[in-house]
T-cell receptor
Framework: GENVEQHPSTLSVQEGDSAVIKCTYS??????FPWYKQELGKGPQLIID?????GEKKDQRIAVTLNKTAKHFSLHITETQPEDSAVYFC????????FGTGTRLQVFP | KAGVTQTPRYLIKTRGQQVTLSCSPI?????VSWYQQTPGQGLQFLFE???????NKGNFPGRFSGRQFSNSRSEMNVSTLELGDSALYLC???????????FGSGTRLTVV
């Protein structure tokens, strides 16, 4: 079955720095790659997604890049703020969404 | 529009008991997927319902079951609870197969 690996598991950055989280997947048929943010006590929230016909997508300080040949995609957060502190999950589609293991991002003021 | 509502938010049960969790999806969404979230295993897919039919099922024992009603509300049931069933159970409402999942805040189940 589909396997999604996510790195790093934890990431600490200074406010204003950039953060990058990477995921790799195994099923070449996957064509939808969302990213979710989960804050304490809440369910995951979709923050950005990309489909396989696009190599990059941006939304303000957040961007996602996709390399279908290498089967990996990344989340980039620029100018990080303390409120970006949360757990981030990547996911890929098969007949359902398969999630990565999560990255705990801490942004220090 | 109203989000996904999961009830109850917290539950404490004893081993061997059974539990029923409820999920009310976003109005107009006909699909509901359930996930179990634990620190060790992450987000694990339980099952998906569409128009009152189970469309997909994950690798969980038969003690885990679910159903969906005609108004798209869904319930999941866990029978003969084990300590390892302690987890956050998340429900996602969606209009298509995998796109646009909107999660509820989850039900935190503790089995003692």
């Amino acid at each position: 079955g589909e396997n999604v690996e996510q790195h790093p598991s934890t990431l600490s950055v200074q406010e204003g720095d950039s953060a990058v989280i990477k995921c790799t997947y195994s099923d070449s048929a996957s064509n939808y790659f969302p990213w979710y943010k989960q804050e304490l006590g809440k369910g995951p929230q979709l923050i950005i997604d990309i489909r396989s016909n696009v190599g990059e997508k941006k939304d303000q300080r957040i961007a996602v890049t996709l390399n279908k040949t290498a089967k990996h995609f990344s989340l980039h957060i620029t100018e990080t703020q303390p409120e970006d502190s949360a757990v981030y999950f990547c996911a890929v589609n098969t007949d359902k969404l398969i999630f990565g293991t999560g990255t705990r991002l801490q942004v220090f003021p | 529009k109203a989000g996904v509502t999961q009830t109850p938010r917290y539950l404490i049960k004893t081993r061997g008991q059974q539990v029923t969790l409820s999920c009310s999806p976003i109005s107009g969404h006909r699909s509901v997927s359930w996930y179990q979230q634990t620190p060790g295993q992450g987000l694990q897919f339980l099952f998906e319902y569409f128009s009152e039919t189970q469309r997909n099922k994950g690798n969980f024992p038969g003690r885990f079951s679910g159903r969906q009603f005609s108004n798209s509300r869904s319930e999941m049931n866990v029978s003969t609870l084990e300590l390892g069933d302690s987890a956050l159970y998340l429900c996602a409402s969606h209009s298509g197969p995998v796109y646009g999942y909107t999660f509820g805040s989850g039900t935190r189940l503790t089995v003692v």
